[in-house]
């Protein structure tokens, strides 16, 4: 799953948006379409946070990168995840599209 993390977050760097994230993760456009706006933003931000949490500095400047990366992809998201599944706790389709978050990555 996480090879089709980073495709997504390269699509989304490159500018081709949202549509590449959902079709990368195995979700369909219509799916997250679906999904309310804020747990998509926190899709969206959080696979970029994955992206990163993974990669390993191989230089200085890469790690100066990387720790940038994370902290504004990252910051925030065990926080956010939690209100997500509370406030869309008899939401089956929001539930099933953040199960397979960690909640505790900070």
């Known amino acids: 799953m996480r090879g089709f993390r980073i495709l997504a977050l390269c699509g989304s760097l490159l500018g081709t948006g949202f549509p590449s994230l959902a079709i990368a993760q195995g979700r369909s456009a219509a799916e997250l379409a679906g999904l309310p706006a804020d747990v998509r933003a926190f899709i969206q931000r959080r696979d970029g946070c994955d992206h990163?949490?993974?990669?390993?500095?191989?230089?200085?400047?890469?790690?100066?990168?990387?720790?940038?990366?994370?902290?504004?992809?990252?910051?925030?998201?065990?926080?956010?995840?939690?209100?997500?599944?509370?406030?869309?706790?008899?939401?089956?389709?929001?539930?099933?599209?953040?199960?397979?978050?960690?909640?505790n990555i900070e």
């Open 52 to 103: 990163f949490r993974g990669e390993e500095a191989t230089d200085p400047e890469r790690a100066t990168f990387l720790a940038a990366q994370l902290k504004k992809l990252c910051t925030g998201t065990d926080a956010q995840l939690a209100r997500l599944r509370k406030s869309y706790a008899a939401n089956a389709a929001v539930i099933r599209a953040l199960a397979d978050y960690e909640p």
